[in-house]
């Protein structure tokens, strides 16, 4: 998902950076209830034992809420999931001991499991596992440091779009999904009361942040008389023949009223709610400034990014970096001159359709190819254009990966090397391909279930990266745009770092992005106050992306003339999300295996 930059980059235009959607709700704010595994294996060997876990474990994750359940699976019960009953979920407000203790129980039983006597692809899952448990762990210790709000990336943005998007593939689809706009109400009075709790805990939004979610929830508001949960209802409805006419139009009137009576009127008890605590928030700078708001943010960055690197390794590796592009960038303009003046952006792609083609034929020399995959283009809705991303992918259940949707922010205008970049990033070689192509090449599901931000959007930031040398462009101007697109997410990233970690206030940010060449105090604010409302999120795509690239270079310096990126992006994507110290693991195994 992409974020439109407020940065005019190395006097460039370039249009944007980037962020993602996920579908479920953070795991320690979700109703999960997970099974205790018994520590008493001697009775099967471990694979068996393996299996037995990582299937449970993914039972529960995947069943978590309904919502959740329904852009996991398309058929849960050939997973072994029974039908339960509907739940959108709620978040607590009490810390969840239980589940601490459920967690732990499950991290023992694997930990009981043999890993010298399971196969490789076992070993990786056991890894991977292992990791998701010990950070699944430590989470809990922040419980109440989490923010399930925020203008973009909240969960009362992201709803809409996940229900609307809801897919109806048979007639009980349709009653669950109205079942679940039902609970919407009780659902936001259990985020308020979560609210009402950080409050007391002195841990609640800035009154900045908290006009800019009730913004966000006003324009949905207002967008009541054209919804676009109604339209795309009445097409899914449509598609469903085998629906008789008559239920078709007594679905259509509950649809209705459930948006009128219900889905409106938690939104505006949220407005209502969120305008009664403004005021107790008692920091409207970084997390650094809430009592152990540093610990916090270290243990953020290390869970957003799959990077064990610390803040003060990633301030001296972005430093590192940015100085590196700024060289580059000033030896390609000394030895072009003409090429800022000449730069021209113009590309003919033609529709995002025709873009997302020619990438696939564009990227075939280096990345595997992929067959019978479909995918939908929309805008963004009106009534959540203001505050939504530039562009964002929705990922389909793991087994009807043909269901792909990408959206696009019409307010961006995107046409040319932007549209080009951008899709790249969504499309391919970017999150679609990513996502159907680890979850059609591993041979465990867990990972589909995992959240591993750092690799997902780090790999979206390298395709997109990566996509500058393959549009068409002549070879300096490519490289001079890549640069710079990296020069800004460095920009973002360190000015997240500053804030969070370092305390940075809007002034400080100011001289930073001064010392850089920007000096419009206005653009200091925008970029201060978005980077206050999401922490962390940038790096999960800078950072990912510079361990991807760290990667690539580690087994390109080892293989020499041997190195083939072709070879080295399969075997990477066949590993699938996982945290990067694992990953480099692999990538030498990979290259003592070329040798």
Request: overall charge negative; aromatic content about 12%; charged content about 20%.
């Amino acid at each position: 998902m992409r974020k439109k930059v407020l940065l005019p980059v190395m006097g460039l235009a370039l249009a944007a950076t980037v962020l993602c959607l996920f579908f479920a709700c953070p795991a320690n704010l979700s109703s999960f209830h997970f099974l205790s595994f018994s520590t008493n294996i001697d009775d099967v060997n471990a694979s068996a034992a393996l299996s037995a876990l990582t299937d449970r474990y993914f039972q529960e994750k995947a069943s978590s809420s309904t919502l959740n359940l329904h852009y996991t699976l398309a058929d849960p019960e050939s997973y072994g999931i029974a039908r339960q009953p509907v739940h959108l979920g709620m978040i607590s407000a009490d810390l969840p001991e239980e589940e601490r203790i459920r967690t732990e129980n499950t991290l023992a039983a694997l930990h009981g499991i043999d890993r010298s006597a399971l196969t490789e692809p076992e070993k990786l899952t056991w890894d991977v596992l292992e990791d998701a448990l010990q950070e699944e762990m430590e989470s809990y210790d922040w419980y109440f440091y989490e923010e399930p709000l925020s203008p973009t990336l909240g969960v009362q943005a992201q709803l809409p779009i996940l229900l609307a998007e809801y897919a109806f593939y048979t007639e009980q689809d349709v009653t669950d999904y109205l079942e679940l706009l039902s609970q919407v109400g009780d659902y936001f009075d259990s985020l308020v009361a979560f609210e009402q709790e950080k409050a007391a805990r002195g841990l609640f939004l800035s009154d900045a942040v908290a006009d800019a979610v009730i913004d966000q929830c006003i324009d949905f508001i207002e967008g009541r008389q054209d919804s676009y949960l109604q339209v795309l209802f009445e097409e899914k409805l449509a598609a469903l023949s085998d629906v008789p006419e008559a239920r078709k139009q007594l679905y259509l009137a509950q649809h209705t009223r459930l948006l009128e009576h219900t889905v409106f009127p938690a939104y505006e008890q949220l407005v209502n709610s969120l305008c009664a605590l403004k005021g107790s928030g008692v920091n409207d700078k970084g997390l650094c400034y809430f009592p152990e708001g540093s610990d916090y943010y270290r243990y953020l960055v290390q869970a957003v990014t799959g990077s064990e690197k610390s803040p003060a390794q990633l301030q001296a590796l972005l430093d590192e970096k940015r100085q590196a592009y700024t060289t580059e960038i000033q030896s390609l303009a000394a030895a072009h001159p003409a090429l800022l003046a000449s730069l021209d952006l113009s590309l003919d792609t033609g529709t995002p359709e025709h873009t997302l083609e020619t990438l696939q034929q564009a990227i075939s020399r280096d990345f595997p190819t992929l067959s019978n995959i479909s995918y939908t283009v929309r805008d963004v809705p009106a009534s959540l254009q203001a505050t939504s991303s530039p562009a964002f992918y929705l990922t389909p259940p793991i087994d009807r990966l043909t269901d792909n949707v990408i959206y696009i922010n019409p307010r961006e205008n995107y046409e040319g090397l932007d549209l080009f970049t951008v899709l790249a990033h969504e499309g391919y070689p970017g999150h679609l391909y990513q996502t159907v192509y680890s979850s059609t090449h591993r041979a465990n599901p867990l990972q589909g279930i995992l959240s591993y931000g750092g690799y997902t959007e780090g790999w979206a930031t390298y395709a997109e990266l990566y996509s500058y040398g393959i549009c068409g462009l002549e070879e300096p101007a490519a490289r001079l745009l890549m640069l710079n697109k990296a020069w800004a997410l460095n920009l973002y990233s360190t000015i997240d770092l500053g804030i969070h970690y370092y305390g940075w206030s809007e002034y400080d940010t100011y001289l930073f992005l001064n010392s850089c060449g920007i000096t419009d105090a206005a653009t200091a604010r925008e970029v201060f106050l978005a980077i206050v409302e999401d922490p962390a999120n940038y790096l999960k795509y800078y950072v990912g992306y510079l361990e991807f690239d760290a990667l690539k270079e580690r087994a390109r310096a080892a293989l020499g003339s041997n190195f083939r990126l072709y070879d080295f992006h399969e075997y990477l994507l066949s590993l699938g999300p996982a945290p990067f110290s694992l990953l480099e693991k692999k990538i030498d195994e990979f290259i003592a295996n070329q040798d």
